[in-house]
């Protein structure tokens, strides 16, 4: 593991993690792998190729922006919870992920909760923002394909190196 939370692709995704018991909201107790923290969520950093260079979806709730991502269940796995938020979120389902299960997690927020996020390439341009059956409203208010830059303006510094990192990632793949 790297200072700042990126897995090297010569690790193993297991082997630098401890267990973590949490209770829910509603007091069950519910157990995480983490690396730094508590591992609360995991996401997707959507990346569309276009002429002009590499687009990535990110989406508004509120004032908030971010990368489609969402709480891992009891039992599911980090990079499966990640397919089901961007599913779930923004209908993205055509994902491929050329790095494998290669993630960068984020640093503690937010009384200690750790995000992480893997890399996926889709063709997907269209966005939708489905109604959720909790809410009964999309959780979204806006998505967006933005560049790097726009990205940068507009998510939170909390979120700073996994976008380096996805930039780095990426570079000038095809």
Not at 82 to 103: M, S, V, Y
Not at 115 to 125: D, G, N, P
Request: one cysteine or more.
């Amino acid at each position: 593991m790297t200072r700042d939370g990126c897995r090297s692709p010569l690790t193993t995704h297991d082997s630098l993690h401890t267990p973590f018991t949490a209770k829910s909201e509603r007091g069950a107790k519910k157990e995480h792998n983490t690396a730094m923290g508590r591992l609360i969520s995991a996401g997707v950093v959507p990346a569309r190729r276009i002429p002009g260079g590499w687009r990535l979806l990110i989406l508004r709730a509120y004032r908030n922006w971010d990368f489609p991502k969402g709480r891992i269940d009891p039992g599911e796995a980090p990079l499966a919870a990640a397919k089901r938020e961007a599913a779930e979120e923004a209908a993205l389902t055509d994902l491929e992920f050329p790095f494998g299960e290669i993630h960068h997690d984020t640093a503690p927020y937010a009384g200690g909760k750790i995000a992480r996020y893997y890399l996926a390439v889709t063709r997907q341009e269209e966005i939708t923002l489905p109604v959720s059956p909790v809410l009964g409203r999309p959780e979204h208010h806006e998505g967006r394909w933005v560049d790097f830059e726009e990205a940068a303006r507009l998510l939170p510094p909390r979120l700073a190196v996994v976008l380096r990192w996805a930039r780095q990632s990426l570079g000038d793949r095809p």
